[in-house]
């Protein structure tokens, strides 16, 4: 029986959270700045401080979960540390951005821009390795 609750609630999270999207913490001029389309590393470690938070929050104190029939249990912190760092490795402008931000390249790296296209882009990315990650690795991390 497959949770569907990691691989969603991350994704939405992933897009709600993305620096520069809706909002950035610490902003570039100011402390908070919203729709900038731009990032940097401070912003993105609170975001990521953020996106564990509340994905933590929301799998292991509420305990949601999505299953197609049946029900299941989870104590399992392999898809909160998947997810966390997912959402470092994918955030758009950190290690890189597809598209780039200039209309000539495919794809840029550091540049710490985003927008929205690059954002649906690193989504889907984040979709199909989180999937990977939890549904067909199965990786699990379990703590007494």
């Known amino acids: 029986m497959v949770d569907w609750a990691p691989i969603i609630l991350g994704m939405l999270l992933f897009i709600l959270l993305s620096p520069g999207l809706l909002f950035q913490l610490p902003g570039n001029q100011r402390h908070i700045e919203f729709g900038s389309f731009k990032t940097n590393g401070k912003a993105v ?54 598209p780039g931000s200039s209309k000539n390249r495919v794809i840029e790296f550091g540049n710490m821009h985003t927008s929205g296209a690059s954002i649906l882009v690193h989504t889907i990315i984040y979709f199909g390795l989180i999937t990977i990650f939890l549904i067909f690795i199965n990786v699990h991390v379990y703590t007494d």
Not at 50 to 78: P, R, V
């Open 45 to 98: 470690l609170v975001h990521t401080i953020l996106f564990f938070g509340i994905y933590t929050i929301l799998l292991l104190a509420i305990g949601i979960h999505i299953y197609m029939a049946g029900k299941a249990t989870m104590a399992d912190w392999g898809p909160v540390l998947i997810a966390v760092v997912l959402f470092v490795l994918l955030s758009p402008g950190l290690l890189f951005q597809i």
